[in-house]
């Protein structure tokens, strides 16, 4: 599968944006999905998962409340919206994909196999 993450910008503290992954293949519907981010100088950290029926989903302490992860496999797409952004959520994010027959830990590095191409996000105070 091949993922292409969209829909970064720059944004004021305290606004919204809506990130899409967007994936080719038939089969979509069969993986996990997460997201994760970048910033510069720190090290990856995924923020959000899903499992591949939508059933199951995972945040990080740091977005719990203000993101929320959610999938249509109809139209091949996961989705991040964020909101009551901060400064500190600036950072390259990247969606990733799990093809593993169980989704034990969204935000674990580990779990996933496939990886799409950044989207820049900027949140400025």
């Known amino acids: 599968v091949q993922l292409q993450a969209s829909g970064g910008g720059l944004v004021q503290a305290g606004g919204s944006l809506r990130l899409s992954c967007a994936a080719s293949g038939r089969t979509f519907s069969r993986y996990h999905v997460g997201w994760a981010r970048q910033a510069p100088g720190k090290e990856r950290e995924f923020v959000a998962g899903?499992?591949?029926?939508?059933?199951?989903?995972g945040y990080a302490d740091s977005v719990k409340g203000r993101f929320t992860i959610s999938r249509d496999n109809a139209k091949n797409t996961v989705y991040l919206q964020m909101g009551s952004l901060k400064p500190e959520d600036t950072a390259v994010y990247y969606c990733?994909?799990?093809?593993?027959?169980?989704?034990?830990?969204?935000?674990?590095?580990?779990?996933?196999?496939?990886w799409g191409q950044g989207t820049q996000v900027t949140v400025s105070s």
């Open positions: 990733a994909g799990s093809s593993r027959t169980y989704f034990y830990d969204p935000l674990n590095e580990d779990e996933y196999d496939y």
């Open positions: 899903v499992s591949n029926s939508g059933g199951n989903t």
